[in-house]
Protein backbone atom coordinates (compact mmCIF):
# COMPACT_ATOMS: atom_id res chain seq x y z
CA UNK A 1 0.00 0.00 0.00
CA UNK A 2 1.28 3.67 -1.01
CA UNK A 3 -0.10 7.20 -0.41
CA UNK A 4 -1.16 9.69 -2.42
CA UNK A 5 1.78 11.54 -2.25
CA UNK A 6 4.12 8.61 -3.06
CA UNK A 7 1.74 7.83 -6.65
CA UNK A 8 1.81 11.70 -7.69
CA UNK A 9 5.95 11.84 -7.25
CA UNK A 10 6.75 11.03 -10.72
CA UNK A 11 4.87 13.32 -12.96
CA UNK A 12 5.10 10.55 -15.38
CA UNK A 13 2.90 7.78 -13.73
CA UNK A 14 -0.02 6.71 -16.01
CA UNK A 15 -3.21 6.76 -13.75
CA UNK A 16 -6.02 4.80 -14.59
CA UNK A 17 -9.64 4.36 -13.08
CA UNK A 18 -12.38 3.13 -14.05
CA UNK A 19 -16.11 3.83 -12.30
CA UNK A 20 -19.59 2.02 -13.52
CA UNK A 21 -22.10 3.40 -11.85
CA UNK A 22 -24.14 6.28 -11.00
CA UNK A 23 -23.51 5.46 -7.04
CA UNK A 24 -19.88 6.27 -8.33
CA UNK A 25 -21.19 9.45 -10.01
CA UNK A 26 -20.68 11.97 -7.24
CA UNK A 27 -17.10 10.94 -6.21
CA UNK A 28 -16.13 11.32 -10.15
CA UNK A 29 -17.40 14.48 -10.10
CA UNK A 30 -15.93 15.75 -7.17
CA UNK A 31 -12.64 14.43 -7.79
CA UNK A 32 -12.73 15.73 -11.12
CA UNK A 33 -14.79 19.13 -10.68
CA UNK A 34 -13.49 19.78 -7.59
CA UNK A 35 -9.88 21.56 -7.07
CA UNK A 36 -7.27 19.83 -4.67
CA UNK A 37 -8.20 19.69 -1.64
CA UNK A 38 -7.87 16.87 1.16
CA UNK A 39 -11.99 16.51 1.41
CA UNK A 40 -11.52 15.04 -2.63
CA UNK A 41 -8.33 12.66 -2.23
CA UNK A 42 -9.00 11.96 -6.00
CA UNK A 43 -8.37 15.33 -7.04
CA UNK A 44 -4.95 14.80 -5.85
CA UNK A 45 -4.05 13.27 -9.50
CA UNK A 46 -4.95 16.78 -11.14
CA UNK A 47 -1.30 16.84 -10.79
CA UNK A 48 -1.07 14.10 -13.47
CA UNK A 49 -1.18 14.79 -16.97
CA UNK A 50 -1.54 10.96 -17.71
CA UNK A 51 -4.34 10.62 -15.53
CA UNK A 52 -7.30 8.88 -17.83
CA UNK A 53 -10.69 7.67 -16.14
CA UNK A 54 -12.65 5.18 -17.98
CA UNK A 55 -16.10 5.40 -17.00
CA UNK A 56 -19.65 4.81 -17.59
CA UNK A 57 -22.31 6.55 -18.68
CA UNK A 58 -24.12 6.28 -14.95
CA UNK A 59 -20.46 7.46 -13.20
CA UNK A 60 -20.20 10.36 -15.71
CA UNK A 61 -23.98 11.55 -15.07
CA UNK A 62 -22.81 14.67 -12.56
CA UNK A 63 -20.19 15.60 -15.12
CA UNK A 64 -21.48 18.95 -15.85
CA UNK A 65 -19.17 19.63 -19.05
CA UNK A 66 -20.23 16.06 -20.31
CA UNK A 67 -23.93 16.23 -19.58
CA UNK A 68 -23.98 19.87 -21.30
CA UNK A 69 -22.29 18.49 -24.31
CA UNK A 70 -25.38 15.99 -24.68
CA UNK A 71 -27.64 18.25 -24.17
CA UNK A 72 -26.16 20.75 -26.24
CA UNK A 73 -26.30 18.25 -29.39
CA UNK A 74 -29.81 18.21 -28.83
CA UNK A 75 -32.03 21.11 -30.73
CA UNK A 76 -34.57 22.14 -28.45
CA UNK A 77 -37.36 20.69 -30.81
CA UNK A 78 -35.48 17.30 -29.95
CA UNK A 79 -35.49 17.92 -26.33
CA UNK A 80 -38.38 15.65 -24.33
CA UNK A 81 -40.33 17.33 -21.86
CA UNK A 82 -38.61 15.30 -19.10
CA UNK A 83 -35.44 16.46 -19.98
CA UNK A 84 -36.85 20.07 -20.24
CA UNK A 85 -38.40 20.00 -16.84
CA UNK A 86 -35.45 17.92 -14.95
CA UNK A 87 -33.35 21.30 -16.11
CA UNK A 88 -36.39 23.87 -15.10
CA UNK A 89 -36.49 21.75 -11.50
CA UNK A 90 -32.50 21.89 -11.30
CA UNK A 91 -32.31 25.30 -11.61
CA UNK A 92 -35.12 26.10 -8.93
CA UNK A 93 -33.43 23.82 -6.56
CA UNK A 94 -29.72 25.73 -7.21
CA UNK A 95 -31.37 29.32 -6.59
CA UNK A 96 -33.52 27.67 -4.12
CA UNK A 97 -36.23 29.52 -5.36
CA UNK A 98 -40.17 28.47 -6.73
CA UNK A 99 -40.08 27.41 -10.45
CA UNK A 100 -42.96 30.07 -11.18
CA UNK A 101 -40.67 33.16 -9.34
CA UNK A 102 -37.76 32.49 -11.73
CA UNK A 103 -37.28 35.02 -14.12
CA UNK A 104 -36.34 35.51 -17.41
CA UNK A 105 -32.56 36.94 -17.02
CA UNK A 106 -31.94 33.88 -14.67
CA UNK A 107 -33.40 31.22 -17.20
CA UNK A 108 -31.27 32.69 -19.26
CA UNK A 109 -27.89 33.04 -17.53
CA UNK A 110 -28.26 29.50 -17.13
CA UNK A 111 -26.65 27.36 -20.03
CA UNK A 112 -28.97 24.33 -19.87
CA UNK A 113 -32.41 26.40 -19.75
CA UNK A 114 -31.10 29.43 -21.82
CA UNK A 115 -31.10 26.41 -24.34
CA UNK A 116 -35.24 25.75 -23.27
CA UNK A 117 -36.33 29.33 -23.72
CA UNK A 118 -34.05 31.40 -25.77
CA UNK A 119 -36.83 31.63 -28.40
CA UNK A 120 -39.65 31.98 -26.40
CA UNK A 121 -41.02 35.31 -26.93
CA UNK A 122 -42.92 37.31 -24.28
CA UNK A 123 -43.83 36.91 -20.62
CA UNK A 124 -46.88 34.51 -20.84
CA UNK A 125 -45.85 31.76 -23.05
CA UNK A 126 -42.49 31.29 -20.41
CA UNK A 127 -44.93 31.72 -17.42
CA UNK A 128 -47.03 28.98 -19.03
CA UNK A 129 -43.88 26.85 -19.41
CA UNK A 130 -43.24 27.36 -15.63
CA UNK A 131 -46.19 26.74 -14.38
CA UNK A 132 -46.80 23.53 -16.38
CA UNK A 133 -43.84 22.18 -14.48
CA UNK A 134 -45.19 23.50 -11.30
CA UNK A 135 -48.50 21.50 -12.03
CA UNK A 136 -46.06 18.42 -13.39
CA UNK A 137 -45.22 17.87 -10.10
CA UNK A 138 -48.49 18.77 -7.72
CA UNK A 139 -50.29 15.78 -10.44
CA UNK A 140 -47.78 13.48 -8.61
CA UNK A 141 -48.63 13.88 -5.44
CA UNK A 142 -52.45 14.30 -6.12
CA UNK A 143 -52.42 11.34 -8.02
CA UNK A 144 -50.75 9.36 -4.95
CA UNK A 145 -52.87 11.05 -2.44
CA UNK A 146 -56.37 9.53 -4.43
CA UNK A 147 -55.44 6.20 -2.93
CA UNK A 148 -54.89 7.74 0.30
CA UNK A 149 -58.20 9.57 0.74
CA UNK A 150 -60.58 8.25 -1.17
CA UNK A 151 -63.63 5.93 0.67
CA UNK A 152 -63.58 2.34 -0.26
CA UNK A 153 -66.48 2.50 -2.52
CA UNK A 154 -64.44 4.57 -4.78
CA UNK A 155 -61.22 2.57 -5.39
CA UNK A 156 -61.10 0.39 -8.00
CA UNK A 157 -60.25 -3.03 -6.69
CA UNK A 158 -56.67 -3.39 -7.47
CA UNK A 159 -53.70 -6.94 -6.89
CA UNK A 160 -50.41 -5.75 -5.82
CA UNK A 161 -47.73 -8.43 -6.56
CA UNK A 162 -44.94 -6.59 -5.13
CA UNK A 163 -41.41 -7.85 -5.15
CA UNK A 164 -38.33 -7.29 -3.69
CA UNK A 165 -34.06 -8.69 -4.12
CA UNK A 166 -33.75 -8.18 -0.20
CA UNK A 167 -35.99 -8.35 2.93
CA UNK A 168 -36.55 -4.74 4.18
CA UNK A 169 -35.88 -2.98 0.36
CA UNK A 170 -40.11 -2.75 0.35
CA UNK A 171 -40.25 -0.99 3.66
CA UNK A 172 -37.35 1.35 3.07
CA UNK A 173 -38.14 2.00 -0.20
CA UNK A 174 -42.36 2.80 -0.12
CA UNK A 175 -43.66 1.35 3.13
CA UNK A 176 -45.73 5.15 4.11
CA UNK A 177 -47.69 3.94 0.96
CA UNK A 178 -47.96 0.15 1.46
CA UNK A 179 -49.78 0.78 4.67
CA UNK A 180 -52.54 3.27 3.01
CA UNK A 181 -52.67 0.32 0.02
CA UNK A 182 -53.20 -2.67 2.44
CA UNK A 183 -56.21 -0.68 3.86
CA UNK A 184 -59.13 -0.98 1.28
CA UNK A 185 -59.95 -4.55 2.01
CA UNK A 186 -60.88 -5.15 -2.15
CA UNK A 187 -57.40 -4.46 -2.93
CA UNK A 188 -55.15 -7.90 -2.67
CA UNK A 189 -51.17 -7.97 -2.30
CA UNK A 190 -48.53 -10.45 -2.66
CA UNK A 191 -45.13 -9.52 -0.71
CA UNK A 192 -42.25 -12.18 -2.55
CA UNK A 193 -39.04 -11.89 -1.72
CA UNK A 194 -36.58 -13.07 -4.18
CA UNK A 195 -33.31 -14.52 -2.59
CA UNK A 196 -32.58 -15.74 1.15
CA UNK A 197 -30.98 -12.88 1.99
CA UNK A 198 -27.88 -14.85 3.78
CA UNK A 199 -25.70 -12.55 3.42
CA UNK A 200 -26.94 -9.90 5.54
CA UNK A 201 -27.12 -11.87 8.72
CA UNK A 202 -23.54 -11.23 10.36
CA UNK A 203 -22.20 -14.17 12.34
CA UNK A 204 -22.08 -11.48 15.93
CA UNK A 205 -25.65 -11.15 15.53
CA UNK A 206 -26.45 -15.39 15.28
CA UNK A 207 -24.31 -16.05 18.30
CA UNK A 208 -26.29 -13.80 20.05
CA UNK A 209 -29.89 -15.51 18.64
CA UNK A 210 -28.24 -19.10 19.81
CA UNK A 211 -27.15 -17.54 23.48
CA UNK A 212 -30.65 -16.57 23.90
CA UNK A 213 -31.87 -20.03 22.80
CA UNK A 214 -29.17 -21.79 25.26
CA UNK A 215 -30.47 -19.92 27.99
CA UNK A 216 -34.65 -20.15 26.80
CA UNK A 217 -34.22 -24.42 26.41
CA UNK A 218 -33.51 -24.53 29.88
CA UNK A 219 -36.75 -23.28 31.02
CA UNK A 220 -39.58 -26.03 31.58
CA UNK A 221 -42.16 -24.45 29.11
CA UNK A 222 -39.70 -24.45 26.82
CA UNK A 223 -39.26 -28.19 27.04
CA UNK A 224 -43.30 -28.36 27.32
CA UNK A 225 -43.83 -26.74 24.09
CA UNK A 226 -41.22 -29.27 22.44
CA UNK A 227 -43.40 -32.33 23.72
CA UNK A 228 -46.07 -31.33 23.13
CA UNK A 229 -45.74 -31.11 19.12
CA UNK A 230 -45.64 -26.96 19.12
CA UNK A 231 -42.47 -27.43 16.81
CA UNK A 232 -43.85 -29.35 13.91
CA UNK A 233 -44.40 -28.29 10.75
CA UNK A 234 -47.48 -26.61 10.82
CA UNK A 235 -47.87 -22.69 9.53
CA UNK A 236 -50.51 -21.77 11.89
CA UNK A 237 -48.19 -22.88 14.41
CA UNK A 238 -45.11 -20.75 13.12
CA UNK A 239 -47.39 -17.62 13.30
CA UNK A 240 -47.49 -18.39 16.91
CA UNK A 241 -43.83 -17.58 17.35
CA UNK A 242 -44.61 -14.21 15.61
CA UNK A 243 -47.32 -13.39 17.49
CA UNK A 244 -45.14 -14.11 20.35
CA UNK A 245 -42.55 -11.40 19.11
CA UNK A 246 -44.84 -8.94 18.62
CA UNK A 247 -46.76 -9.23 22.04
CA UNK A 248 -43.11 -8.35 23.17
CA UNK A 249 -43.15 -5.59 21.37
CA UNK A 250 -46.90 -4.17 22.48
CA UNK A 251 -45.42 -4.53 25.71
CA UNK A 252 -42.26 -3.01 25.36
CA UNK A 253 -40.79 -6.30 27.14
CA UNK A 254 -37.59 -7.09 25.21
CA UNK A 255 -37.57 -10.10 26.92
CA UNK A 256 -40.71 -11.75 25.51
CA UNK A 257 -39.50 -10.06 22.27
CA UNK A 258 -36.65 -12.61 22.66
CA UNK A 259 -38.22 -15.57 23.50
CA UNK A 260 -40.66 -15.48 20.53
CA UNK A 261 -37.52 -15.29 18.33
CA UNK A 262 -35.34 -18.36 20.12
CA UNK A 263 -38.79 -20.09 19.05
CA UNK A 264 -38.85 -19.64 15.42
CA UNK A 265 -34.64 -20.21 15.84
CA UNK A 266 -35.67 -23.43 17.89
CA UNK A 267 -37.96 -24.17 14.72
CA UNK A 268 -35.85 -23.46 11.79
CA UNK A 269 -32.77 -25.52 13.85
CA UNK A 270 -35.74 -28.16 14.37
CA UNK A 271 -36.43 -27.86 10.08
CA UNK A 272 -33.05 -28.40 9.17
CA UNK A 273 -30.84 -30.44 11.08
CA UNK A 274 -34.03 -33.01 12.77
CA UNK A 275 -33.20 -32.21 16.18
CA UNK A 276 -36.65 -32.53 18.54
CA UNK A 277 -35.26 -32.69 22.47
CA UNK A 278 -34.09 -30.39 24.69
CA UNK A 279 -30.60 -31.83 24.85
CA UNK A 280 -30.57 -32.00 20.87
CA UNK A 281 -31.05 -28.66 20.81
CA UNK A 282 -28.91 -27.86 23.58
CA UNK A 283 -26.34 -29.91 21.54
CA UNK A 284 -26.98 -28.04 18.07
CA UNK A 285 -26.79 -24.58 20.05
CA UNK A 286 -23.43 -25.40 21.40
CA UNK A 287 -21.98 -26.93 17.63
CA UNK A 288 -23.35 -24.33 16.40
CA UNK A 289 -21.64 -21.31 18.56
CA UNK A 290 -18.43 -23.10 18.03
CA UNK A 291 -18.63 -22.75 14.00
CA UNK A 292 -19.64 -19.21 14.35
CA UNK A 293 -17.18 -17.79 16.18
CA UNK A 294 -14.36 -19.39 14.31
CA UNK A 295 -16.03 -17.93 11.35
CA UNK A 296 -14.39 -14.38 9.64
CA UNK A 297 -16.64 -11.54 8.92
CA UNK A 298 -17.23 -12.30 5.09
CA UNK A 299 -16.15 -15.88 4.62
CA UNK A 300 -18.48 -17.99 2.76
CA UNK A 301 -20.79 -20.50 5.07
CA UNK A 302 -21.73 -23.83 4.24
CA UNK A 303 -25.14 -24.76 2.24
CA UNK A 304 -26.95 -25.57 5.55
CA UNK A 305 -25.48 -22.22 7.82
CA UNK A 306 -26.56 -20.27 4.45
CA UNK A 307 -29.94 -21.82 4.94
CA UNK A 308 -30.08 -20.67 8.53
CA UNK A 309 -29.14 -17.24 8.10
CA UNK A 310 -31.79 -17.14 5.50
CA UNK A 311 -34.64 -18.49 7.55
CA UNK A 312 -33.61 -15.44 9.89
CA UNK A 313 -34.16 -13.25 7.16
CA UNK A 314 -36.95 -14.50 6.11
CA UNK A 315 -38.65 -14.87 9.72
CA UNK A 316 -37.54 -10.74 9.59
CA UNK A 317 -40.25 -10.09 7.22
CA UNK A 318 -42.76 -12.37 8.09
CA UNK A 319 -42.63 -10.19 11.18
CA UNK A 320 -43.01 -6.74 9.75
CA UNK A 321 -46.07 -8.23 7.77
CA UNK A 322 -47.67 -9.44 10.82
CA UNK A 323 -46.86 -6.06 12.21
CA UNK A 324 -49.43 -5.00 10.06
CA UNK A 325 -51.96 -8.66 10.26
CA UNK A 326 -50.89 -9.90 7.55
CA UNK A 327 -49.67 -13.42 7.15
CA UNK A 328 -51.43 -14.44 4.17
CA UNK A 329 -49.34 -14.34 0.70
CA UNK A 330 -45.97 -14.18 1.89
CA UNK A 331 -43.64 -15.80 -0.42
CA UNK A 332 -39.90 -16.85 -0.34
CA UNK A 333 -38.08 -17.99 -3.69
CA UNK A 334 -34.88 -17.97 -2.81
CA UNK A 335 -33.62 -17.75 -6.50
CA UNK A 336 -31.01 -19.79 -7.43
CA UNK A 337 -28.67 -17.33 -8.21
CA UNK A 338 -28.33 -15.90 -4.90
CA UNK A 339 -25.67 -18.29 -3.57
CA UNK A 340 -23.13 -15.91 -1.46
CA UNK A 341 -20.26 -16.15 -4.59
CA UNK A 342 -18.41 -12.40 -4.69
CA UNK A 343 -19.81 -12.71 -7.73
CA UNK A 344 -23.04 -14.56 -8.60
CA UNK A 345 -23.95 -16.44 -11.40
CA UNK A 346 -26.62 -14.97 -14.03
CA UNK A 347 -30.28 -15.53 -13.48
CA UNK A 348 -31.56 -18.28 -15.71
CA UNK A 349 -35.29 -18.46 -17.13
CA UNK A 350 -36.03 -22.14 -15.74
CA UNK A 351 -34.56 -21.45 -12.30
CA UNK A 352 -35.09 -17.74 -11.84
CA UNK A 353 -38.05 -16.72 -14.06
CA UNK A 354 -40.36 -19.59 -14.03
CA UNK A 355 -40.68 -18.94 -9.89
CA UNK A 356 -41.62 -15.29 -10.25
CA UNK A 357 -44.14 -16.42 -13.52
CA UNK A 358 -45.60 -19.47 -11.13
CA UNK A 359 -46.70 -16.47 -8.46
CA UNK A 360 -48.27 -14.33 -11.73
CA UNK A 361 -50.55 -16.96 -12.82
CA UNK A 362 -51.59 -17.34 -9.66
CA UNK A 363 -52.18 -14.10 -8.67
CA UNK A 364 -53.13 -12.49 -11.64
CA UNK A 365 -51.91 -8.88 -10.65
CA UNK A 366 -52.70 -5.59 -12.05
CA UNK A 367 -49.82 -3.40 -10.50
CA UNK A 368 -45.93 -5.35 -10.15
CA UNK A 369 -43.51 -3.72 -8.19
CA UNK A 370 -39.29 -4.04 -8.75
CA UNK A 371 -36.82 -2.33 -7.28
CA UNK A 372 -35.60 -0.18 -10.06
CA UNK A 373 -32.17 1.41 -9.57
CA UNK A 374 -29.92 3.04 -12.08
CA UNK A 375 -27.11 1.81 -13.80
CA UNK A 376 -25.60 -0.88 -11.36
CA UNK A 377 -21.75 -1.08 -10.38
CA UNK A 378 -22.17 -4.41 -12.04
CA UNK A 379 -24.82 -7.49 -12.19
CA UNK A 380 -25.71 -6.66 -8.56
CA UNK A 381 -28.34 -8.83 -6.96
CA UNK A 382 -31.31 -5.67 -7.35
CA UNK A 383 -29.97 -5.88 -10.93
CA UNK A 384 -30.47 -9.38 -11.27
CA UNK A 385 -33.96 -9.58 -9.82
CA UNK A 386 -34.98 -6.81 -11.70
CA UNK A 387 -33.97 -9.27 -15.06
CA UNK A 388 -35.85 -11.73 -13.56
CA UNK A 389 -39.06 -10.16 -12.77
CA UNK A 390 -38.56 -8.54 -16.30
CA UNK A 391 -38.50 -11.89 -17.97
CA UNK A 392 -41.25 -13.26 -16.15
CA UNK A 393 -43.61 -10.80 -17.15
CA UNK A 394 -42.08 -11.20 -20.96
CA UNK A 395 -43.32 -14.87 -20.55
CA UNK A 396 -46.29 -13.70 -18.44
CA UNK A 397 -47.32 -11.85 -21.74
CA UNK A 398 -47.12 -14.30 -24.15
CA UNK A 399 -49.80 -16.11 -22.12
CA UNK A 400 -52.67 -13.74 -22.48
CA UNK A 401 -53.72 -10.24 -22.71
CA UNK A 402 -52.14 -7.93 -19.82
CA UNK A 403 -51.39 -5.03 -21.35
CA UNK A 404 -53.31 -3.38 -18.83
CA UNK A 405 -50.47 -4.16 -15.73
CA UNK A 406 -48.49 -1.60 -14.51
CA UNK A 407 -44.94 -1.16 -13.01
CA UNK A 408 -43.89 0.48 -10.09
CA UNK A 409 -40.10 1.03 -9.49
CA UNK A 410 -39.15 2.13 -5.99
CA UNK A 411 -35.90 2.60 -4.80
CA UNK A 412 -34.69 2.50 -1.34
CA UNK A 413 -31.63 4.41 0.50
CA UNK A 414 -29.00 3.05 -2.23
CA UNK A 415 -30.18 5.32 -4.80
CA UNK A 416 -33.09 7.88 -5.63
CA UNK A 417 -35.15 9.59 -8.39
CA UNK A 418 -34.38 12.84 -9.76
CA UNK A 419 -38.35 14.72 -9.35
CA UNK A 420 -38.86 14.87 -12.96
CA UNK A 421 -38.42 10.81 -13.01
CA UNK A 422 -40.71 10.40 -10.35
CA UNK A 423 -44.74 9.59 -11.41
CA UNK A 424 -45.37 9.18 -8.09
CA UNK A 425 -45.21 11.47 -5.01
CA UNK A 426 -46.06 10.03 -1.45
CA UNK A 427 -47.03 12.47 1.19
CA UNK A 428 -45.63 10.97 4.13
CA UNK A 429 -46.59 11.78 7.65
CA UNK A 430 -44.70 12.02 10.91
CA UNK A 431 -46.95 9.19 12.16
CA UNK A 432 -46.02 7.01 9.15
CA UNK A 433 -42.31 7.80 9.96
CA UNK A 434 -42.70 7.33 13.12
CA UNK A 435 -43.99 3.16 12.47
CA UNK A 436 -41.57 2.62 9.68
CA UNK A 437 -38.66 2.95 12.00
CA UNK A 438 -40.52 1.33 15.10
CA UNK A 439 -41.18 -1.55 12.34
CA UNK A 440 -38.02 -1.88 11.00
CA UNK A 441 -36.13 -2.05 14.20
CA UNK A 442 -38.79 -4.37 16.07
CA UNK A 443 -38.83 -6.83 12.95
CA UNK A 444 -35.65 -6.41 11.34
CA UNK A 445 -33.33 -6.90 14.63
CA UNK A 446 -30.33 -8.28 12.22
CA UNK A 447 -30.19 -4.74 10.84
CA UNK A 448 -30.21 -2.74 14.01
CA UNK A 449 -26.50 -2.30 14.01
CA UNK A 450 -25.34 -2.95 10.57
CA UNK A 451 -22.79 -1.71 9.33
CA UNK A 452 -23.52 1.16 6.56
CA UNK A 453 -21.12 1.89 3.85
CA UNK A 454 -22.61 5.82 2.96
CA UNK A 455 -20.81 8.77 4.16
CA UNK A 456 -23.76 10.68 4.73
CA UNK A 457 -25.62 8.89 7.43
CA UNK A 458 -24.50 6.30 10.19
CA UNK A 459 -27.19 4.45 11.85
CA UNK A 460 -30.17 2.31 11.23
CA UNK A 461 -31.69 1.76 7.58
CA UNK A 462 -34.79 3.33 8.94
CA UNK A 463 -33.89 6.74 9.83
CA UNK A 464 -31.79 7.07 6.39
CA UNK A 465 -34.90 6.75 4.37
CA UNK A 466 -36.77 9.16 6.80
CA UNK A 467 -34.22 11.31 6.20
CA UNK A 468 -34.13 10.88 2.43
CA UNK A 469 -38.21 10.96 2.41
CA UNK A 470 -37.73 14.30 4.26
CA UNK A 471 -35.17 15.63 2.08
CA UNK A 472 -36.96 15.22 -0.96
CA UNK A 473 -39.68 16.70 0.27
CA UNK A 474 -37.86 20.08 0.81
CA UNK A 475 -37.00 19.45 -2.37
CA UNK A 476 -40.61 19.75 -3.27
CA UNK A 477 -40.93 22.98 -0.93
CA UNK A 478 -38.78 24.93 -2.77
CA UNK A 479 -39.95 24.41 -6.45
CA UNK A 480 -44.06 24.69 -5.31
CA UNK A 481 -43.42 26.84 -2.43
CA UNK A 482 -44.04 25.67 0.86
CA UNK A 483 -47.20 26.94 1.34
CA UNK A 484 -48.49 24.54 -1.32
CA UNK A 485 -48.01 22.03 1.90
CA UNK A 486 -48.21 23.89 5.07
CA UNK A 487 -51.51 26.11 3.62
CA UNK A 488 -53.03 23.39 1.48
CA UNK A 489 -56.67 22.66 1.15
CA UNK A 490 -56.08 18.52 1.54
CA UNK A 491 -55.29 17.38 5.51
CA UNK A 492 -52.63 15.61 4.09
CA UNK A 493 -50.72 17.97 2.91
CA UNK A 494 -51.04 19.76 6.20
CA UNK A 495 -49.20 16.92 7.84
CA UNK A 496 -47.03 15.94 5.06
CA UNK A 497 -43.31 15.87 6.55
CA UNK A 498 -41.88 13.59 3.76
CA UNK A 499 -42.37 12.76 0.27
CA UNK A 500 -41.60 8.47 -1.46
CA UNK A 501 -40.98 8.56 -5.27
CA UNK A 502 -42.10 5.80 -7.44
CA UNK A 503 -42.11 5.93 -11.12
CA UNK A 504 -44.93 4.26 -13.35
CA UNK A 505 -44.71 2.51 -16.45
CA UNK A 506 -46.42 0.24 -18.87
CA UNK A 507 -44.91 -3.45 -19.85
CA UNK A 508 -43.38 -1.86 -22.48
CA UNK A 509 -41.94 1.13 -21.04
CA UNK A 510 -40.22 -1.77 -18.32
CA UNK A 511 -39.24 -3.69 -20.68
CA UNK A 512 -37.01 -0.70 -22.79
CA UNK A 513 -35.80 0.43 -19.59
CA UNK A 514 -34.53 -3.16 -18.49
CA UNK A 515 -32.58 -3.31 -21.88
CA UNK A 516 -31.15 0.39 -21.20
CA UNK A 517 -30.01 -1.30 -18.11
CA UNK A 518 -28.75 -4.64 -19.95
CA UNK A 519 -26.46 -2.56 -22.04
CA UNK A 520 -25.39 -0.06 -19.59
CA UNK A 521 -23.85 -3.14 -17.51
CA UNK A 522 -21.69 -3.95 -20.24
CA UNK A 523 -21.40 -7.13 -21.75
CA UNK A 524 -21.63 -10.56 -20.23
CA UNK A 525 -22.82 -13.95 -20.93
CA UNK A 526 -26.53 -13.55 -20.89
CA UNK A 527 -28.67 -16.34 -19.78
CA UNK A 528 -32.17 -14.38 -19.49
Not at 32 to 37: F, G, K, N, T
Not at 112 to 119: R, Y
Not at 300 to 328: P, V
Not at 394 to 408: P, T
Request: hydrophobic share 35%.
Amino acid sequence: TIGLKTIISNKNVVAIIAAAGEAKAKVVADTIQSDASNLYPGSVLHGLPNTRFYLTQGAASLLEERVYEDFVQQDVQGLTEKQKHRKIIDLSLKLKKQITNLTREELLEDRFTNIIIKDIRGDQPLHELLLSVENGLKKKIEISMLRMTSGEESIKPTTFMHTAPHHDDIELGYLPYVVHLLRPKQNKHSFNYMTSGFNSVTNQYVIELLEDLKYFVTKKFFADLISSGYFRDDTKKGYADLHRVLDGVAARDENIEKEGVARRVARIIIHLFQEHTVAQLSTRCEEMLTYFRSRYPGQKDTHEYQLFKGMIREMESDLMWGYFGFHENVNHLRLGFYKGEYFTENPTVKRDAEPILDIMKKEKPDVVTVAFDPEGSGPDTHYKVMQSVCQALRLYKQQGSVDHIKVWGYRNVWYRFHPADADLMVPVSLNSMAILDDSFNHCFRSQRTASFPAPEYDGPFSRFAQKIQAEQLQMLKICLGKEYFEQGLSHLLKRTHGLCFLRVMTLDEFFSAARDLEQSVGPQESTI
